[in-house]
Structures are given as C-alpha cells and as structure tokens.
C-alpha cells in the first residue's frame, strides 16, 4: 500500500483529507505540525504528501523542498488557501504535483489523489521494468563475452591446427625429397639399360613405375609451393608478362588432358594484348591449377572455356566449366589446405582423371600465389552439378 503524508495546521482539513486517501487506497498519516511531518517522513517510506501552504514553523513551500531533496520521486499535492494564486504558480514551478484550492470538493481531491497513485504504479512499473532490462542485458553481455572467449579459444585452435598442417607438410616434403631424388635418378639408369632388354610386359611395369615417380614427384612440388608461398619464401620475381601469351601455353599445357577426357576446352583472348609486371611462374600455376580443376571436375565430354578481359584498372581470367560445381558450404572451404569437397574415398586418383583426388593444394597455392601479387581469386557456383567459375583478377599496379 502506498503511504500518504497529510500536513495541515487544521485538523479538521488533515482528517478530511485522510478520509478520501483512504478511499483513494492510500494509508494516510496526519500531522498539524510540519516539523513532525518532516521528521515522520524522513523515517518513513510516503510517497504522496499532501501541504497546506499557510503554516506556523514552515510553509508549504519549505516543507515541499525538504521533501523533495530528501525523495525526489515523491508527489506533493498543495491545498491553497482563497486568493493564493501566486502561490499555486509558486507550487507548480517547485515541480509539485498538483494543487488544490480550498474549499475542495470531496471530486477534486479524490481525482488528484488516484492520477498521483497512477503515477507512482507506472514509476514503480518503469524502475521495475528498467531493472529487469539492465538483467537482461547483463546477461546477454555476459553471454556475449562467454562467446567471444569460446570464439577466440577455438580460434586459437585453428591456427594452432594450421601450423601443425604447415610443420606436417614441411617435415613430410623434406623427409621425402631426398629419397624421391635417389628413385628418379635410379628410375632413369635402369630405364636406359632396360629399354632394349625388356618385353612389353617389363616395359609397362617401368612405365607405371615412372608414372608413380612423376606423381610422387609433383606432390612433393606442391608441398614446397606452399610451404614458400605461406612463408613468403623466395623471390616474387617481376618480368613483363603478356597475359596472352602465357593464357597459350596454359591452353596448350591443360588441352592435352581435356582432349584425354574429350572435353570442349575453349580459350577466347583479347585482340588488344595485355600486359602485367609480375611473376611469370606463379601465373602460371595460378592458371593451370584452376584450369586443371575444371578438367579433373567436370564429366567427359564437358565444356570448359578460359576468357580474358580488361577491366580498365585490372584484368580477369575467367575459368568456367559445366562440371560437378559445389555448393555454397564447399565455396567457404575450397581455398583451405588439404580440402577436397565431396568423400574422398569416391576420389579417383590420376592428375586429371574425373574427380581425381589430389592433395587439396591447388586451390590454396593459386590463393597465397595470387595475394603475394595484389591479385584475387573469385569461386562461383549456383550449386552441384551446375559447373563452376573462377575469377582470377590482378590490378596492373599494386604488388605486395
Ligand atoms: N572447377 C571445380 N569444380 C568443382 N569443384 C572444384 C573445382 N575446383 C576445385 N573444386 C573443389 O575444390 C577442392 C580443392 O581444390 P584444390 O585444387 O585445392 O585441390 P585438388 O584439386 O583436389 O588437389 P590438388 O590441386 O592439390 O591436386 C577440390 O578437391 C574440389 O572439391
Ligand atoms: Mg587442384
């Protein structure tokens, strides 16, 4: 129940007053003496105080700011004596509440006293209200921060997983360059001494053998690509490349497995050469990296094309096949080391066979390749089975 200070020097005003409170559902406590009153409010919880304005030892006014500066919240109702209008706009400008000019009617005051009551309920509900947000809102930052700790920690775990891939390829690459060197060139004496002397079947075997070796031999390529292009190894040499040019050899070099795969491979270049400052190499395994993906993804007899465009500030290779393309989820992984979408186990292996499995490198190579020259690689798919495009775009300034 809300309590109600009542100060009037009469006491037949304080008791009327604290009738209709009552009514109003207020608990009302009289006083005749405002200095009680004060004190009585200083120890208790009211949060109405209804002042007579004429009072021996303190007016209303007094006795509306002491309240006021001890509970800023509560609602002062002033009842005015006849002809007090200065004092009415006095009490208004002291942010009382209302006022009431005697004599009242039973209405009047009754009316002011539940608008005051509203008030308060809605103030309290407000505070209520206000409390629980701040809640809520501890909770979700605390939620929110909860997350973010989750978030770094696997985060963390991340790069941690990806130095360990980093460290796997470096000792594996490492470990197998020495032995892979022995095999190539003993492969090459034995193949010289054994070329005459052998029988077909002999020489099929020495040709499996040597196409081992050669694949062997391209993994471990692979691996050293990555492991320079992550550590920013070598020099990123810079000749001036005629794109259309090297976009040739790359049609020659990928048309001899299309061809295997009877596939339609397409290549249309500019009339107007174009020409970038940058590293011949690397484009080229850039290229033929995205070019020997299209081939190994999509069926026989598939239609790959390679374009090329200026673009006024740079220039694009696009790479476009009708294969198996990828869905949405694979886009946000295709560019990670070792990813290959699809089971694995349904891989085929081979360098251009359907879906050959490979060590899921390309892609990241032709990436880290692409950044330490400015460039980017752009991968678009509108879903399985829908073939596939990359989007190979260098500025023709601009070298990190
Ligand atoms: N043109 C494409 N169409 C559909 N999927 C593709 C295409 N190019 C790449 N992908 C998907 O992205 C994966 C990663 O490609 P990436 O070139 O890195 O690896 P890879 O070709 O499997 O092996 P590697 O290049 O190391 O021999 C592929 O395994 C394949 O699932
Ligand atoms: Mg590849």
């Known amino acids: 129940m809300i309590n109600a200070l009542i100060v009037d020097d009469e006491e037949n005003i304080v008791k009327l007053v604290a009738h209709w409170a009552k009514k109003a559902g207020l608990n009302p406590q009289g006083f005749t003496n405002p200095l009680?009153?004060?004190?009585a409010f200083e120890k208790g919880d009211f949060k109405i105080v209804i002042t007579d304005l004429k009072m021996p030892g303190m007016d209303g006014h007094k006795l509306a700011r002491k309240v006021k500066s001890i509970a800023p919240d509560t609602e002062i109702i002033i009842i005015t004596g006849h002809g007090d209008l200065e004092d009415a706009i006095d009490a208004m400008r002291q942010d009382v509440y209302d006022f009431i000019r005697k004599p009242f009617l039973a209405k009047e005051l009754t009316q002011s006293l539940e608008q005051?009551?509203?008030?308060?309920i809605l103030r309290e509900e407000n505070k209520r209200l206000l409390h629980d947000l701040k809640d809520m809102n501890k909770t979700l930052e605390k939620q929110v921060e909860e997350r973010t700790r989750e978030l770094t920690l696997k985060n963390k775990e991340l790069e941690k997983l990806d130095d360990l891939k980093s460290k796997f390829i470096a000792c594996v690459s490492h470990e197998l360059r020495t032995p892979l060197t022995q095999v190539d060139s003993g492969m090459f004496v034995l193949n010289t001494v054994l070329e005459k002397k052998a029988d077909e079947s002999e020489k099929k075997l020495l040709h499996i053998i040597q196409m081992g070796v050669?694949?062997?031999?391209?993994v471990v390529q692979h691996m050293t690509k990555i492991l320079q292009a992550?550590?920013?190894?070598?020099?990123?040499?810079?000749?001036n490349i005629s794109i259309n040019r090297l976009l040739e050899e790359v049609y020659k070099e990928v048309s001899y497995f299309a061809g295997l795969r009877k596939q339609n491979l397409d290549c249309r270049l500019p009339e107007k050469e174009i020409f970038f400052k940058g590293d011949k190499g690397k484009l080229m395994d850039i290229l033929v990296n995205i070019c020997m993906n299209a081939v190994k993804f999509t069926p026989d007899g598939g239609k790959i094309s390679i374009s090329l465009e200026d673009a006024g500030t740079s220039f694009r290779t696009v790479i476009k096949d009708n294969g198996i393309g990828f869905t949405e989820e694979e886009k946000l992984h295709i560019f990670k080391k070792f990813y290959e979408a699809g089971d694995v186990m349904y891989h085929?292996?081979?360098?251009?066979?359907?879906?050959?499995?490979?060590l899921g490198l390309g892609l990241s190579i032709a990436k880290l390749f692409a950044e330490m020259q400015g460039g980017k690689i752009i991968a678009e798919s509108e879903g399985p089975g829908k073939g596939s495009i990359f989007t190979v775009e260098f500025p023709y300034s601009q070298m990190s």
Not at 214 to 218: A, I, V, Y
Not at 348 to 358: N, Y
Request: charged share 30%.
């Open 36 to 39: 009680e009153a004060i004190e």
């Open 116 to 120: 005051a009551v509203d008030k308060i």
């Open 214 to 218: 050669k694949r062997l031999n391209s």
């Open 230 to 239: 992550e550590y920013r190894d070598g020099l990123l040499s810079q000749e």
């Open 348 to 358: 085929s292996s081979g360098t251009f066979q359907f879906k050959a499995g490979g």
